[in-house]
């Protein structure tokens, strides 16, 4: 599996390509599958209907990996807490974390309510070919937190900042138990057939630089530690959304990491190839033109060469509105690119 | 006035302080002074009430700057563009730009028709005390530009960036239109009385580093170089939120750097200092707890020491749900923490 050799700074024919949320509502397939379940957690929780939806964009595609078809808040919902997916609206929990006892209130037996995404996993495996890496993720403690804090998306993240610097004894206690669930979670995906994971902060970003290292990245590094400790064959890729500017200060035992669009990968390569994989980081709207993602392309080729280590991705998820046409471009524009 | 002063890192006896938003619903006299207008158009509109509003946080914080009390969408409004601020739910434009007649149709006039403007700043003049700057502010051309094309506030900037991927003749057309008004606007404030004057990029950092200096960096520049040629007296501030992974390739003429909280002032102390006054860069959340507030600008004193040239801010503006009690240790505790 090129995907996994990438990973561990093997040498690869061309760099592997894959899509964050290459399972989406740009493909039609993708909306023909969803529309066979009741609603979108109907949708994640029937393991057929998402190996269906993880499986597709490899076919459509070509990519070099599929990323089991999921959401990170299944994490959350399993824990017990209320999720409500509205169309257009995205996430609502409507009663949040306010107190204690509401965390003392989450259950410890997500990961075993979680057969559904672990089935998936398997199914998925089965019919994926033998070169495709499949990857299973979770969100990042900090990330899920937010959603369980805020109730839902947030601008300003001001409920969870809030509780991060008036009580945060009370956050860390939320965390550690996202972290003790996050990393069984994880394994169980890995027994199930996951040949990699990654974890997305996606909300990374919204901390300064103290309290990201606080109360995202140290939680990431326990997970990971705890995955490498028990698996280390398996890569773990860390994502981190709006991080760039924290990378001087990045380490620890994990494989691969994850850039956004918004760190220059020049920044990426000078301060973390010499230790890690680099996946990323082409900005998602130049989807909308193949000149740009010509020159998109070429650009990190030009920084990243046809180094070993390098997978490409986006620096964040695909679009509904994107073209399919134009990502089958782009992921042969790529391996055509990288090829040694 | 010691805000002037740092501009320049002429020496002062305390950092100068002032916050982004301070004039702003966290106050009880901003709600009162806004409740005498018809609606936030017509507040901005009434040269009063908007001086009402910019003096208040002098008075009651202690800040060393007003920054006049405004809206970055007089401009579009100005230019002719419908604009409608819905209670909690943030400014539409419902007649957004979609192609060249539409920005062939932008009115040329914007900079005379905002009178009103320039009265508050005379207005505020007169009652601010001789030792208090009063900053005049713009938005950027392309934080402009994404709300006249996305028609109102973005998560995802898709329409925007499509076009500065797609169609850049048109966008660059646009953002030439826009940096001729703000241009013109921002010397116009200063005649009007104005100090200093910063320009607001809230949305830079949506764009990844090339689009980032190719779409709203470079038209900052010409706007800056403009003040300057004709007004080397009076400082340029630039703040792009979102740009800190972009420092290593800021260059031009002009003041002083504004830091959001994102971008580690360590950072930007390193990559710009030499050159550059520096402005920010607290954690606006902070703002929550007083230990927090105490550690956070003891962290900037850290880094910063008491260099001239440095001005305390947040990282971004003020939330409505800031305690004005906690705002006035903020600026005490700075002027304490930073006294020569």
Chains 1, 2 share one sequence.
């Not at 057929?48 to 459509?60: G, H, K, R």
């Amino acid at each position: 599996m090129i995907f996994i050799d990438a990973c561990f700074k093997k040498p690869t024919p061309t760099a592997p390509a894959w899509l964050m949320r290459q399972a989406g509502r740009y493909l039609s397939e993708y909306l023909a599958t969803r529309a066979k379940a009741k609603d979108f957690i109907d949708f994640c929780r029937r393991s057929d209907l998402a190996a269906e939806a993880t499986l597709q964009p490899v076919e459509i595609l070509g990519v070099d990996a599929a990323i089991i078809f999921s959401d990170i808040l299944v994490v959350p919902l399993e824990m017990g807490m209320k999720l409500e997916f509205e169309r257009g609206a995205g996430p609502v929990l409507p009663r949040p974390i306010q107190n204690e006892s509401d965390i003392d209130g989450l259950s410890d037996n997500a990961v075993d309510r979680l057969g559904y995404v672990y089935d998936a996993l398997r199914l998925t495996r089965e019919h994926l070919a033998p070169d495709k890496a499949l990857i299973g993720f979770a969100g990042s403690p900090w990330t899920l937190a937010t959603y369980m804090i805020e109730g839902g998306g947030s601008k300003t993240y001001a409920i969870a900042k809030k509780m991060a610097y008036s009580a945060p004894d009370m956050l860390h206690k939320l965390l550690r138990k996202l972290s003790d669930a996050i990393s069984g979670y994880l394994l169980r995906q890995i027994d199930a057939g996951a040949n990699a994971v990654q974890i997305f902060d996606s909300w990374g970003g919204a901390l300064e630089k103290e309290a990201f290292f606080e109360f995202s990245w140290s939680y990431m590094l326990k997970i990971a530690e705890r995955i490498k400790s028990a698996r280390p064959d398996i890569p773990v890729i860390l994502f981190s959304k709006g991080a760039g500017g924290y990378l001087e200060s990045i380490g620890g035992d994990f494989d691969a990491f994850g850039v956004d669009w918004n760190t220059p990968i020049e920044r990426a390569k000078n301060l973390l190839f010499d230790r890690y994989a680099l996946q990323g980081n082409m900005e998602p709207a130049r989807l909308y033109d193949k000149a740009a993602i010509e020159s998109g392309v070429r650009e990190i080729a030009r920084v990243m060469g046809k180094a070993d280590g390098y997978i490409f991705n986006l620096g964040h998820g695909m679009q509904p509105d994107f073209s399919r046409e134009n990502a089958k471009f782009l992921v042969d524009f790529v391996h055509q690119t990288f090829a040694r």
